[in-house]
């Protein structure tokens, strides 16, 4: 059995103790009883919100997911996918019985994107997951040996590991600090590119910041003979603290990434976020825009809700 204290760090960077998991060893089936309960500092705290509005309300009740992970999928989104999973498990060193969405959210501990971090005991502060600007070349050429499958162990991999383990997504991307103090994730080409898909992300996100008012500001560089797609952190805030996220996949409580659409997010704003009259035109727009330009990447762990002062929005 494991025991998971949940921090939230709020956008002005204050963090606080929010609650706890229980989750018991995986059954034969694979399968992983859990329950989470908030703290009573969270609850009474004056800034407190739920974290997932449909499935964890602010109440002091024991909560079950009846999910085979063990965990609320709110905790699961803090997870990377593919290729950070992977570095994560590398970082880690977890054997593969212990490659679980428990043991995963406590390797990952403080340095997952968004605002919670999970910790088996006290809240450690962790180690910078960014790298330097400066060290992009040297990541750039570490994600492309991992990618090949070679077996190295040197700084260039101690680096990978420790800027490219948190960021979501299935393809090589890594977490990158400007001279300037500004956190961005580093979008890198991957070894079996047959066209330049960098090049043509930086394009669409171009074009969508003609036609999308919530578009991140975007840069695209050169590093040696190849480019990479740099995009501003969403889940920072101008604070200093961090967002809140959880994505349109947990709000619907979906078994699949593409089993619901556009209808049904459309419904996810009118009931949980607080400005509905400014994200239901802007996820029309989105919903056009990616039909234009024939996007099929658009499914619903791609949407994300975050949390800022007054509440939910897109």
Same mark, same amino acid.
């Given at each position: ?42 609850l009474e705290h004056h800034h407190a919100f739920p974290l997932d509005p449909v499935s964890l309300p602010l109440n002091p ?76 070349? #040297? +990541? @750039?050429? !570490? ?5 090949? /499958? &070679?077996?190295?162990?040197? *700084?260039?991999? =101690? ?90 996949? #947990? +709000? @619907?409580? !979906? ?5 619901? /659409? &556009?209808?049904?997010?459309? *419904?996810?704003? =009118? ?44």
């Amino acid at each position: 059995m494991k025991k998971i204290n949940t921090w939230l760090t709020f956008d002005d960077g204050r963090r606080i103790f929010c609650g706890e998991m229980i989750c018991r060893n995986p059954d034969d089936r694979g399968w992983i009883e859990g329950a989470f309960r908030h703290s009573p500092e969270y609850l009474e705290h004056h800034h407190a919100f739920p974290l997932d509005p449909v499935s964890l309300p602010l109440n002091p009740e024991i909560f079950e997911p009846n999910r085979s992970a063990g965990i609320f999928a709110v905790f699961e989104d803090s997870l990377p996918d593919d290729w950070g999973r992977r570095l994560l498990i590398r970082k880690a060193k977890l054997s593969r019985p212990r490659q679980t969405v428990p043991d995963l959210l406590i390797a990952l501990g403080g340095t997952g994107m968004g605002a919670l971090s999970y910790f088996e005991k006290d809240y450690n502060k962790p180690e910078a997951e960014s790298a330097s600007i400066l060290e992009l070349d #040297t +990541l @750039l050429e !570490a994600a492309l040996k991992f990618e090949q /499958g &070679y077996e190295f162990e040197d *700084e260039e991999m =101690r680096a990978l590991l420790r800027a490219g383990s948190s960021p979501g997504g299935a393809r090589p991307k890594v977490l990158i600090e400007t001279k300037d103090a500004v956190q961005w994730v580093a979008k890198l080409p991957g070894v079996n590119d047959n066209y330049a898909v960098v090049q043509i992300e930086a394009a669409a996100m171009s074009l969508a910041r003609k036609a999308i008012s919530n578009v991140p500001e975007t840069r695209l560089i050169t590093v040696g003979s190849r480019h990479v797609l740099l995009v501003k952190r969403f889940d920072i805030a101008d604070e200093g603290g961090r967002h809140h996220m959880i994505s349109m996949q #947990t +709000l @619907l409580k !979906a078994k699949g990434w593409y089993n619901l /659409g &556009y209808r049904d997010m459309f *419904e996810v704003l =009118r009931k949980y976020s607080f400005q509905p009259e400014v994200d239901i035109p802007a996820l029309f727009c989105q919903m056009v825009f990616n039909v234009l330009i024939g996007n099929t990447d658009d499914h619903l762990k791609n949407f994300t809700m975050l949390h800022g002062r007054n509440g939910f929005y897109l």
